[in-house]
């Protein structure tokens, strides 16, 4: 929440000051509630982006679309054509008998009124579940997560668009 601008011209701390020089300065109330609304909405979109790293790193990775909307898009890598909902999730079979381990950056996050994105890097690896002696796959991929506010004022992920860089872009990332 943000706090009130409160404006005392001519205050020295070292002398009282009269009641008659006081003043008061507030943004308008529509101002005011804009800026709290602007402060919550960022706190929801962090909270849903960690959710859902978190989701997608656990033993659990079918509780990841939980937190899409009924529409979801994904645009995959060397796909032509989109995929929703419930081709995603037959796409992300795989994960049944493998686990992600991965470091992911937060590379950048905006929030606007009703829609808000966030870039992320996911360097690491995917895990057997089933065969510990089996050897793991390096997994390299950079998103942009486009969410969007619904009516009942959740965020929910919306747009699912990414990519994995070529051995030779793996090694340096831009700075922005």
């Given at each position: 929440?943000?706090?009130?601008?409160?404006?005392?011209?001519?205050?020295?701390?070292?002398?009282?000051?009269?009641?008659?020089?006081?003043?008061?300065?507030?943004?308008?109330?529509?101002?005011?509630?804009?800026?709290?609304?602007?402060?919550?909405?960022?706190?929801?979109?962090?909270?849903?982006?960690?959710?859902?790293?978190?989701?997608t790193?656990?033993?659990?990775?079918?509780r990841?679309?939980?937190?899409f909307?009924?529409?979801?898009?994904?645009?995959?890598p060397?796909?032509?054509?989109?995929?929703?909902?419930?081709?995603?999730?037959?796409?992300?079979?795989?994960?049944?008998?493998?686990?992600?381990?991965?470091?992911?950056?937060?590379?950048?996050?905006?929030?606007?009124?009703?829609v808000?994105y966030?870039?992320?890097t996911?360097?690491?690896?995917?895990?057997?579940?089933?065969?510990?002696?089996?050897?793991?796959?390096?997994?390299?991929?950079?998103?942009?997560?486009?969410?969007r506010?619904?009516?009942?004022?959740?965020?929910?992920?919306?747009?699912?668009?990414?990519?994995?860089?070529?051995?030779?872009?793996?090694?340096?990332?831009?700075?922005?």
């Amino acid at each position: 929440m943000r706090s009130a601008f409160w404006h005392w011209p001519h205050l020295r701390l070292d002398s009282p000051v009269p009641s008659h020089q006081l003043e008061l300065s507030l943004p308008p109330m529509n101002a005011l509630n804009q800026a709290q609304n602007q402060d919550s909405d960022e706190r929801d979109v962090r909270h849903l982006v960690l959710d859902a790293i978190n989701r997608t790193q656990s033993d659990e990775f079918e509780r990841f679309f939980d937190l899409f909307t009924p529409e979801a898009t994904w645009m995959l890598p060397s796909q032509v054509k989109d995929v929703g909902l419930d081709e995603a999730k037959r796409f992300y079979r795989f994960t049944e008998k493998f686990r992600f381990e991965q470091q992911v950056n937060i590379d950048e996050v905006r929030v606007f009124s009703e829609v808000a994105y966030a870039r992320l890097t996911f360097d690491g690896f995917l895990v057997p579940k089933l065969d510990p002696s089996a050897a793991s796959i390096r997994s390299v991929s950079r998103h942009l997560w486009i969410m969007r506010k619904e009516h009942t004022q959740q965020w929910r992920l919306d747009r699912v668009i990414w990519n994995t860089p070529r051995p030779n872009e793996r090694v340096t990332q831009r700075a922005y």
